[in-house]
């Protein structure tokens, strides 16, 4: 098991423990590990944004709202897999997606299954530049960055 630490690049503003996006900061953790197999990577969010970023995956892919208002994951390459779940912009929602050999890749949103997937089997035991953003997916410039409340990513 790995922790990982986070680094806050800077933020627009704070309400309470959560931390404002105003579209132009992130947080971001940058560690170098073995490749995860399986993770969970979990965020409570308040959007004030559509086609736009909650966080990157490992890999490259990216968490996003899409421009409907669901959640969505843009895999680094291949269709945008978005599901019938509409974030709230009234109260926080809480979003994770979980990749692992046993229960595929999963997008839930306030405990509830969204959408699920086979994943794909990775094996490597190499070292690599681990890089998870929160408001922000470099590899994806269909979406815009974060606007909104992030709280306990």
Not at 18 to 28: I, P, S
Not at 133 to 139: A, E, Y
Request: net charge negative; charged share 15%.
């Amino acid at each position: 098991e790995t922790a990982l630490t986070c680094a806050v690049t800077s933020t627009s503003a704070m309400y309470g423990p959560a931390q404002e996006f105003k579209g132009d900061v992130w947080m971001e953790t940058r560690q170098k590990v073995k490749h995860i197999q399986s993770h969970t990577f979990e965020v409570w969010v308040k959007p004030d944004c559509t086609s736009c970023a909650i966080m990157s995956l490992p890999g490259g892919g990216c968490l996003a709202i899409d421009r409907n208002g669901s959640l969505a994951v843009q895999p680094p390459s291949g269709e945008l897999w978005a599901s019938s779940c509409k974030l709230s912009k009234s109260h926080f929602n809480n979003v994770a997606h979980s990749l692992g050999t046993d229960l595929g890749e999963v997008l839930y949103m306030n405990g509830e299954v969204c959408l699920n997937r086979t994943a794909p089997q990775v094996n490597s035991s190499e070292n690599v530049d681990f890089v998870i953003s929160v408001g922000f997916c470099s590899k994806h410039a269909g979406f815009k960055q974060f606007k909104g409340l992030v709280d306990q990513a």
